[in-house]
């Protein structure tokens, strides 16, 4: 599943929202704390490194993905500040090509201003939660091919 990413929301709107037990990718600064270093695992994610090919995440999203375990993905790499679909990383188009998976975009609408990237509190406003169908991508397309499309299908749902 392939998601835009405006608000720590998301992950959970996702979560909630998908009938499926669902895997998250999340970066590994967040699994410093104590509180999250323990909860992160039990919510089924696991850290990625943002800073260089972190291969162990890869791999790990590959052996999720294939033990037919959906993976929660946010193509542009991190939350976006005003809320604008942004350039995707090509991560998602290499886990879609070595896992051999379709992708499901979705679409968070509201989570923005229900707690903003600077907000410290949540503030009480309508969120929607919209799902694409799953896209099933050509052989041989670059991982970049692959990241675009997936942006272009959230994007299409921003409508």
């Known amino acids: 599943m392939a998601s835009n990413h405006v608000s720590f929301l998301d992950p959970v709107l996702l979560g909630v929202s998908c009938p499926r037990k669902v895997n998250f990718m999340a970066r590994h600064t ?42 929660v993905m946010f193509p542009e790499g991190t939350r976006s500040e005003e809320g604008n679909l942004g350039k995707p990383e090509p991560g998602i188009g290499l886990l879609v090509k070595k896992a051999g998976v379709p992708v499901v975009p979705a679409f968070i609408k509201g989570s923005e201003k229900a707690w903003p990237k600077h907000a410290k509190f949540i503030r009480p406003v309508k969120i929607s939660v919209f799902f694409g169908e799953q896209i099933h991508m050509e052989r041989g397309l670059s991982r970049e091919a692959i990241a675009e499309e997936v942006m272009r299908r959230i994007n299409h749902l921003s409508c």
């Open 30 to 71: 967040l699994f410093k704390g104590p509180i999250f270093s323990w909860l992160l695992p039990l919510l089924n994610t696991f850290p990625v490194r943002r800073d260089y090919a972190d291969i162990s995440a890869v791999k790990e999203a590959i052996k999720r993905l294939r033990a037919n375990g959906p993976l």
